[in-house]
């Protein structure tokens, strides 16, 4: 690596085969083949708006491990911290297509993959300590307890080392042995948070509360300086810890193509503004934004925009996006 990185993130990336048809998958007989994950699809939409990003992960030494390299490479994003691993695959997905703006079915076969090696190993500090800010997700610790297990020291190195910290549940319920034990490790890993950008439904299953501002309140009273809890068409509603609130209307959307990913928008939205120094309800607006065009189109990340094209939507000059000193307005 040559350049400081702005934002590290870690995680699991598969290659994805969506039905070139609709339908149900069973009935599927042709694919096209795209990548995804979501720690990776937030560090691919960073990329995009110039940021310098690096991804942590292990893939396998076989053809899918080589296109998410050659992926990496062609979105500049950093890949010092991928280990090629001689023993297990990468893994994969199947997922249908779905014309009617419902969620697609996704079956994953990703077991004994090689990311679910993923372990404090694989931490290397003089890097993940160069980057500004950490973004994580609930996915790769819910992959492994080895994967788990670093997930909580990258959060912990940070934390210590005063970097910012944003957290998105992104649930998988399945691949907990409980849904206690996934609020009980996701609920303590939020608490490294600066930022906790929870779905509603997310946030009802994690917390136990019901209304947006009881979810905020919730991980407000763990230490987080902010909460933006996603709401679907109607937007997203934020609350920080100096007393600001309030909701952001979504944007209109004609036609749904694709639910999957959407999150993942909404992150690099609120993310990239924030880094960038804009306000909470700015974030908001481009989170909104960012999530409805990554459902307008097949594939995880295939909507996510460039800088140009971002400045176009928002209809402002380009604003500096590397910054000497990490944003968030966040002092621990």
């Known amino acids: 690596m040559t350049r400081q990185l702005d934002v590290v993130t870690y995680g699991e990336a598969m290659a994805m085969f969506v039905a070139t048809a609709p339908g ?33 992960s292990r893939v396998g030494r076989d053809s899918f491990g080589r296109y998410v390299l050659d992926t990496l490479a062609h979105e500049g994003i950093d890949a010092s911290c991928v280990t090629i691993d001689d023993r297990h695959p990468t893994g994969f997905q199947l997922k249908s297509r779905n014309d009617d703006g419902s969620d697609p079915t996704v079956e994953y076969f990703r077991k004994g993959s ?34 788990c297990e670093l997930a909580f020291h990258l959060a912990t190195e940070m934390r210590a080392a005063g970097r910012t910290i944003t957290f998105d549940p992104n649930l998988r319920p399945t691949l907990w042995p409980s849904a206690d034990a996934m609020a009980r490790t996701l609920n303590a ?18 917390t136990g509360r019901d209304t ?13 300086r902010g909460v933006v809890i996603k709401l679907g068409a109607a937007g997203a509603y934020f609350r920080t810890a100096d007393g600001r609130e309030g909701t952001i209307v979504g944007e209109r959307v004609e036609r749904v193509i694709d639910t999957v990913g959407a999150g993942d928008g909404f ?25 409805a065009l990554a459902i307008q189109v097949i594939g995880d990340s295939e909507g996510l925009p460039t800088r140009a094209a971002l400045d176009r939507l928002e209809g402002t000059a380009a604003a500096p996006h590397t910054m000497p000193n990490i944003a968030l307005d966040i002092v621990h």
């Open 189 to 206: 890993l939020a608490a490294f948070a600066d930022w906790v950008l929870p779905g509603l439904a997310e946030g009802r299953q994690l």
């Open 212 to 224: 947006p501002a009881d979810i905020a309140a919730f991980y407000l009273d763990q230490g987080a």
């Open 267 to 291: 992150a690099v939205g609120v993310i990239s503004a924030l880094l960038e120094r804009k306000p909470v309800e700015h974030a908001v607006a481009r989170g909104n934004r960012i999530g």
């Open 24 to 56: 149900p998958l069973a009935e599927a007989t042709q694919f096209t083949r795209r990548i995804a994950g979501a720690d990776l699809n937030v560090a691919t939409g960073l990329a995009r708006l110039g940021f310098n990003v690096g991804w942590m």
């Open 114 to 147: 090689a990311a679910s090696h993923l372990s404090r190993d694989d931490y290397v500090a003089d890097y993940v300590l160069g980057a500004r800010h950490l973004h994580l997700t609930g996915i790769a610790p819910a992959i492994s307890a080895s994967s």
